[in-house]
């Protein structure tokens, strides 16, 4: 009596893989390691991230006009900025802000006045406070202490 597990259907027949069954393996497994490969790629460390920070282009070398906080971001848009070189070659820079809301804002403006490579040349103005009724437009002028000046920045605060 000598019956085989195979002889009673136990254990089913293992058939070696077709060349089909061989491309779908390999096409999966290829499939697999790319996508692996690819979101390895992709990973960064986040305080490497943060700590790379460009120093070539920020909003203040290569904007004209900087809003400093979110308030004034929210409140003020600046309609124009004028610029002229007066006769003894002093930058003169007017700002025309506007408050775009329903209520009266008090903000303050400086300027900060840079060489035509965008360096300050040490001419900073104080912070001049103005309060812009709902709605309105102020203009707000700034002269350049040194013929030095060729570029500027006009800084936008909250009044404090």
Not at 74 to 98: F, H, N, S, W, Y
């Amino acid at each position: 009596m000598g019956v085989t597990i195979r002889e009673l259907n136990l254990l089913p027949a293992v058939t070696p893989p077709t060349d089909t069954m061989k491309k779908q393996v390999l096409i999966c497994s290829f499939l697999a390691g790319t996508t692996l490969v690819w979101l390895a790629g992709c990973a960064t460390n986040p305080t490497s991230s943060m700590a790379l920070e460009s120093t070539k282009y920020n909003i203040e070398s290569t904007e004209k006009l900087t809003l400093l906080d979110r308030t004034v971001q929210e409140a003020i848009i600046c309609t124009g900025l004028q610029e002229r070189v007066l006769p003894d070659g002093r930058l003169e820079v007017v700002a025309m802000v506007k408050n775009r809301q329903e209520q009266a804002v008090k903000v303050q403006l400086n300027c900060v006045f840079k060489d035509m490579q965008g360096f300050s040349v040490g001419d900073e103005t104080a912070f001049q406070t103005t309060t812009l009724a709902p709605g309105a437009t102020e203009a707000v002028r700034f002269t350049a202490a040194t013929p030095a000046a060729k570029k500027f920045t006009v800084r936008v605060r909250h009044a404090r």
